[in-house]
């Protein structure tokens, strides 16, 4: 069965630091998203991508915050300077359909910074 | 703004019997309605989704009831298994690109 992968599974970095989370969606969807879920807290939107265009992004992602799709397979995420309430799982989703289709979320990497 | 609440927060059912998880929405927008399972370590993995055009979805021992005058909707695990342990989140969508889940239930089933 398709599925979502995202690498790295855990990411430990220093605040002010760039990270990049990668994410390859499945080989047939055309949309993608990440969104974050803080310990214990509910599961966020962050950004929603198509066409390599940014198609909507929540307050969260604000300038510090960017999204690629550099080829044909892997989508990615990047936090320029990296804040302490940056840690968190991130999760990359894919779609075959929007707006309104099923999203097939990844494992999760999970952020931690120090 | 939390569009989307969910309860309980936690629940424990006994093997075999049936676990009910609670919605309600705020926005009349939302017009796509799915339920994610959670396992930890794990992203959510998608389970059953409804769209309000019906009151009932069923999928195995999974069954989403949906009432569209209270903006509510459920998730009912019949004949509960130890292996449906995890952390359920409802989640709303209105024509739009963005899932906004609630807060999420932890379901422990004892065996």
């Known amino acids: 069965e398709p599925e979502v992968t995202q690498t790295p599974s855990h990411q430990v970095t220093q605040m002010g630091q760039e990270v990049i989370l990668r994410c390859v969606p499945i080989?047939?969807?055309?949309?993608f998203y990440w969104y974050r879920q803080i310990l214990g807290q509910k599961v966020e939107f962050l950004v929603s991508?198509?066409?390599?265009?940014?198609?909507?992004k929540s307050e969260i992602f604000d300038d510090q915050f960017s999204v690629e799709r550099p080829d044909g397979s892997n989508f990615t995420l990047k936090i320029r300077s990296t804040k302490l309430e940056d840690s968190a799982m991130y999760f990359c989703?894919?779609?075959?359909?929007?707006?309104?289709?099923?999203?097939?979320f990844g494992p999760g990497t999970r952020l931690t910074v120090t | 703004q939390q569009q989307v609440k969910q309860s309980p927060q936690s629940l424990i059912v006994q093997k075999g019997g049936i676990s009910i998880i609670n919605c309600a929405y705020e926005?009349?927008?939302?017009?796509?309605f799915p339920w994610y399972q959670q396992f930890p370590g794990k992203g959510p993995a998608l389970l059953i989704a409804?769209?309000?055009?019906?009151s009932e979805k069923k999928e195995g021992r999974f069954t989403i009831s949906f009432n569209k005058s209270a903006k509510q909707f459920s998730l009912h695990i019949m004949d509960s298994q130890p292996g449906d342990s995890a952390t359920y989140f409802c989640?709303?969508?209105?024509?739009?690109?963005?899932?906004?889940f609630g807060a999420g239930t932890t379901v422990t089933v004892r065996a």
């Open positions: 991508f198509y066409n390599n265009e940014i198609s909507e």
């Open positions: 926005n009349t927008a939302f017009d796509y």
């Open positions: 409804i769209r309000p055009d019906v």
């Open positions: 080989s047939n969807h055309l949309y």
């Open positions: 989703a894919s779609s075959e359909v929007a707006p309104g289709g099923e999203q097939y």
């Open positions: 989640a709303a969508s209105m024509n739009d690109y963005k899932l906004s």
